[in-house]
Every structure is written in structure tokens, then in C-alpha cells.
């Protein structure tokens, strides 16, 4: 199994190798700092990590790529990026929310946490968020529909297992968020953001059950779909 992910929603651009077989895993990864100028770097990522691995897009089994939520501009880049890459070399696609990207960074540095709140920035006083659990092999599962809404309209599910974490630089936008939620103290990762390393692992058994989409039908995720609108205020 041979997976490129790329990811360009927030400030971060990343990209991701990830080939698996019989005999192990191995993750080669891309990942400047934080800077603007996702459309001049993100090819040269790909470029390199390719080089490094010694592949050409044509021995590649699929691309994903973090379909959002997150800024309009960076999640329509990965979007296109992907889509021209994958039909030039006929491979299929795998859509990762961004939101799971960041659950999945959150449960891998806390081994024992059953269940995470992620709310990421979405700007205009709201956040994007969801909550997801970790599934028996490891990897973040939605455990609610994703929205976007202001703070005071964020609440966990019910049944949703402990311990929960926070996670996403919307609690570092909202500091009483966490309190609010009855989350532990100390046990809020405000500092994380979506990866393409968390996007490849979230593809792969995505792509093993034949989860991927063919390129033209890889749509980017806004939830917010009215930011062009002008207030009515």
C-alpha cells in the first residue's frame, strides 16, 4: 500500500508517504514551518517525498488529502492539488476531515484517553468542532456530525467515553471553552493542528475497504458555505 496525503487547511502545509506491506510501515514526511505561499510549496513537497521514496505518482495506489473544515483558500488548494494529481495519474482519492486529523494527533499523545472534543478556529467568533473516540485498532472515529457554530453552542455527547480530551487552537481562542465542557485540567492540546501524517494513517483503512472516490468526486468541506455573504447587521 502506497498513500500520498497532503494537507493545506491552516498555516500548516504538509505532505505525507506512507507505504505499508506484509513486513511494516514506513511514514516519510514533509513538513515546513509555518508559513504563507501553500500554493508554491505544496508540489515541491510532493516532488521531494516522491523523490525520497523513490516512486512515481503511477506506482501510487491513491491521494488523500484533508478535506476540511478549515480556511476557504487552503482546503479548495489541497482539494485541487489533489484532484489534478490523481486524475493525471489515474489513481483514486481519500477525503480526511481535518477534525479527525487533529483527534488522531490528540488520542496518539494521550494513550489512555477514550474520546476527544476537537474545536479548531473557524474565525467570525465560531469554531469548528466535532468529538471523536478511538476505535480497537487506534485510530479517531466521528463520534458526532461536524459543525460549525459559536462556543456556547458546543456540547459533548452524552454517551461519549471517558477520559475526553480537548484538542485544537479553538481552546486556545476560547480559554473558559474548556471549563465550560467539564474537561480535566491539563488535558486540553490547544496547540495542534491537522498534519497530512495523521491523513495518511486516517486513509488507509479508508482505502483497504474501498472507502476512495475517483478524483472528480473529492470535494473540499466548508461546513460554512455563506462567508462571501455580507452580514445582515
Keep these: 500500500m502506497k498513500i500520498l496525503a497532503l494537507d493545506t487547511a491552516t498555516e500548516v502545509c504538509s ?40 516512486l512515481a505518482l503511477t506506482d501510487l495506489d491513491c491521494v488523500a488529502f484533508g478535506r476540511g473544515p478549515g480556511g476557504f483558500t487552503g482546503v479548495r488548494l489541497a482539494a485541487s492539488v489533489t484532484q489534478g494529481l490523481a486524475y ?5 482519492v481519500v477525503p480526511v476531515s481535518d477534525l479527525l486529523a487533529v483527534a ?12 476527544v472534543v476537537v474545536c479548531n478556529d473557524a474565525r467570525m467568533q465560531e469554531l469548528y468542532w466535532t468529538c471523536a473516540t478511538r476505535d480497537p485498532a487506534g485510530l479517531a472515529v466521528a463520534a458526532a456530525a461536524e459543525r460549525v457554530s459559536a462556543a456556547a453552542a458546543i456540547e459533548l455527547p452524552p454517551a461519549l467515553p471517558g477520559p475526553v480530551l480537548g484538542a485544537g487552537r479553538g481552546f486556545a481562542a476560547w480559554p473558559a471553552l474548556a471549563q465550560r465542557l467539564g474537561l480535566a485540567p491539563g488535558s486540553v492540546q490547544a ?37 462571501a455573504k455580507p452580514s445582515r447587521k
Aim: charged residues 15%; glycine residues 6%.
Design 104 to 115: 488522531q494527533q490528540a488520542l496518539d499523545n494521550a494513550p489512555t484517553a477514550h474520546s
Design 15 to 54: 505532505v505525507a508517504l506512507l507505504q505499508a506491506d506484509a513486513s511494516g510501515s514506513r511514514l516519510l514526511v514533509r513538513e515546513p514551518a509555518p508559513a504563507p505561499g501553500h500554493s508554491a510549496q505544496i508540489l515541491v513537497l510532493i516532488q521531494s517525498v516522491l523523490a525520497e521514496a523513490r
Design 191 to 227: 496547540e495542534l493542528l491537522p498534519r497530512a501524517r495523521e491523513i495518511a494513517r486516517l486513509a488507509a483503512p479508508r482505502w483497504l475497504a474501498g472507502a476512495a472516490v475517483a478524483p472528480q468526486l473529492a470535494q473540499p468541506v466548508y461546513l460554512r458555505d455563506d462567508v
Design 88 to 92: 493525471g495519474a489515474g489513481l483514486p
